[in-house]
């Protein structure tokens, strides 16, 4: 298991000190969550905050797109330091373009698909992808408890990625906790994003330590 902490929890006053505690604690990505008050109801960070990271950490870059026109900032995103971005299906009318489009710019290309959204609209476009995010929350806020149907989700998407013998990651975000991570885990779970479980815990290292031995 991957984990990908999301500094939408963190403390944004000290994100280089944020961005130390989540390499130091072992973890693998770096999750840039960015909303746009359109497709979601919250307004987030655009790439300046990713681009002031540049160069100051070794996590690979994982940009959570919950933006409408997706296609229009992958550039600016990947010139800031991506990389992977992750669009929504529900995002971009011309899915298969836009995920060209990441890859053109050097950066790997990932789908999210919101609760409501079925596995199945990704058959067609699956040997393309690095990535798949199922959201296990309704994007838009850190701290919402984990949807259960998710799991039924991830579990089917993995039988489609194991029949067809691709090599991409299944992440999973929202409302994972150390409680519950090893169920993620066993349906076929990949990356697991966490947020208020690792940044709202008295000590992060520990907490981490709390996912890893869950899945063990
Ligand atoms: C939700 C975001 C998530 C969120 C996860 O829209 O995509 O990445 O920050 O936070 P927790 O782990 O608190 O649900
Ligand atoms: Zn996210």
């Known amino acids: 298991m991957k984990l990908a902490p999301s500094i939408l929890s ?48 070794r996590l ?37 373009r836009t995920i060209q489009l990441i890859k053109s710019l050097g950066v790997k290309a990932g789908v999210s698909l919101n609760p409501a959204t079925p596995v199945a609209v990704l058959e067609d476009i699956l040997p393309d992808l690095d990535l798949v995010l199922i959201m296990s929350v309704n994007p838009g806020f850190g701290g ?13 998407l993995k039988s489609m990625v194991t029949a067809r013998g691709l090599n991409l990651e299944i992440e999973v975000d929202g409302g994972i906790k150390a409680d519950n991570v090893a169920e993620v885990v066993r349906a076929g779970a990949d990356v ?22 869950a899945v063990k």
């Open 10 to 57: 963190a403390d944004f006053g000290n994100l280089q000190d944020e961005v130390i505690k989540i390499e130091r604690s072992g973890c693998e990505y770096l999750h840039v969550d960015v909303m746009d008050g359109h497709f979601v109801p919250n307004l987030t960070i655009g790439p300046l905050v990713l681009e002031a990271l540049k160069g100051r950490t």
């Open 144 to 156: 919402q408890a984990f949807i259960p149907q998710a799991l039924e989700k991830v579990a089917k």
């Open 60 to 96: 690979v870059k994982d940009v959570h797109l919950m933006i409408e026109h997706p296609e229009r900032y992958a550039e600016a995103f990947a010139k800031a330091g991506a990389d992977i971005i992750t669009v929504h299906q529900e995002a971009t009318v011309h899915l298969h």
């Open 192 to 213: 697991i994003v966490a947020g208020s479980a690792l940044f709202g815990a008295s000590d992060f290292e520990a907490e981490v330590q709390k996912f890893r031995t």
